[in-house]
């Protein structure tokens, strides 16, 4: 997208999260980001499904209740993010920067977050139902009320993951699915 139309859309969206009645949300759905610089970017609410963000950098943005239903996020960096309550099913998002994020609630159903760093994060309520997350780093991770139904975990560490308040992971996972 060029970049000019992306700062408008920008631009219209935090205008939208200010006044629904004077801005517009976000709606970046099957756009081409790549290698997009969105750090510390308030896109709450916005529309990015099926959008490629491949290797973008998305640090420390807010998308809470945002679609990003089968976007590739490959290689991207979501460090420090809010994805509260988001929809990031059928996603994409192998060797994606999920240190610290916030994935409170969020519907990861059928991605793919293979060797994903999700260290720290906390993916309290998260649906991981099929979830594919083979050699992930989850250490540290606060897994309380996530449905793992069919969610791979093959080679997954999550040493002192935290899956009910008290209760700590001490190894990583060998053959789980």
Known sequence: MDPAKLSAVLADHANWLTDHATG????????????????????????????????????????????????????????????????????????????????????????????AILTAANLSDANLTDADLAGADLRDAILSGVNLTACKLTGADLTDAVIYPGWHIKSTVEHFT
Do not use: Q
């Open 24 to 115: 517009r949300a976000a709606v970046l759905a099957g756009v081409d980001l790549s290698g997009v610089k969105l750090r510390k970017v308030d896109l709450t609410g916005a529309n990015l499904a099926g959008a490629n963000l491949t290797g973008a950098n998305i640090a420390a943005a807010t998308l809470t209740a945002a679609n990003l239903s089968g976007a590739n996020l490959s290689n991207a960096d979501l460090m420090g993010a809010d994805l509260s309550h988001a929809d990031l099913s059928r996603a994409t998002l192998t060797n994606t920067k999920l240190f610290g994020a916030n994935l409170t609630g969020i519907n990861l159903t059928e991605a793919k977050l293979r060797r």
